[in-house]
């Protein structure tokens, strides 16, 4: 039986990877883990406790109440993948808001957070047989991942597809504070001092802009089965 590899997905926000991180766990059976997620999670528990806000963060206060803080994932089979629970409750619909986006980037810069984070997803990942994605998954998570991808795609056609995706849910926003969003957080994620979002050295970069979702799914897989006769 071939070994189960590890895959890292990385690359700006809405670019896909949580759409082809899923495919991949589905066909290959691999376990899916959205790293976003986890710190969204966080961040709305910083909201929660009035520690964050647009125009406020006390980091401090974060930082010392992190051991309050317990996130799992939990399969829904309904849905065919994982939700994030936070301290017990189910947060996936909470964690996906505007506001949680516009608060989650100052979050992801605080170092205490990113090492709890890292070593909790480092855990789950210890066994191989996983897609995780993120931004630093490539360099700080796995560097030693066997397959590793990058993914990116114009600012404008990122924000289409999020303002697409809030406003299928129902969610009352407009297109320029998405597109804001997008761009401001590619600058905080790509500029923060710790594990900002670089491309791994040995990272396949797919810049899917005018890319179908199959088209981008036959050609990752064509790279996993390789992988896979390789190991
Ligand atoms: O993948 P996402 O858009 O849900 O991620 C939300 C934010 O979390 C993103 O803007 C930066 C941060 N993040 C991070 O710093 N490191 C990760 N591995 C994943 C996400």
């Known amino acids: 039986m071939n070994k189960k590899i590890t895959i890292a997905i990385d690359g700006f926000s809405s670019t896909g990877k949580s759409t082809i991180a899923k495919l991949l766990a589905k066909k290959y059976n691999y376990i899916y883990v959205d790293t976003g997620a986890m710190y969204r999670a966080v961040s709305l528990f910083a909201k929660q406790h ?3 806000g ?3 963060f006390h980091s401090e206060k974060l930082i010392s109440n992190l051991q309050e803080i317990s996130l799992s994932f939990r399969f829904n089979k309904e849905l065919g993948f994982s939700e994030m629970f936070l301290n017990g409750q189910n ?9 949680i986006s516009q608060l989650v980037s100052k979050v ?5 957070v990113r090492r709890k984070l ?12 996983i ?5 630093d ?39 320029k504070d998405i597109l804001f969003n997008v761009q401001e957080r590619d600058r905080i994620d790509s500029t923060r001092k710790d594990s900002p979002l670089v491309k791994a050295d040995d ?9 179908g979702i199959t088209e981008q799914f036959d050609r990752i897989c064509t790279l996993v089965n390789r992988k896979l006769i390789e190991n």
């Not at 992801?108 to 205490?112: G, L, N, V, Y």
């Not at 990272?203 to 890319?211: G, Q």
């Open 137 to 175: 998954i490539g360099t700080v998570v796995f560097p030693n991942a066997d397959l590793k991808l990058f993914m990116s795609a114009s600012a404008d056609k990122r924000a289409t597809r999020r303002y697409k995706e809030l406003i299928d849910r129902g969610d009352d926003v407009n297109f």
């Open 108 to 112: 992801a810069t605080i170092s205490e």
């Open 91 to 99: 947060v996936e619909k909470e964690i996906r808001t505007l506001e």
């Open 118 to 129: 890292v070593k909790e997803q480092q855990e789950m990942g210890k066994h191989g047989g």
């Open 203 to 211: 990272a396949i970069e797919f810049d899917n802009s005018d890319m």
């Open 54 to 56: 647009i125009d406020f």
């Open 50 to 52: 009035n520690l964050v």
């Open 131 to 135: 897609v995780m994605d993120g931004r």
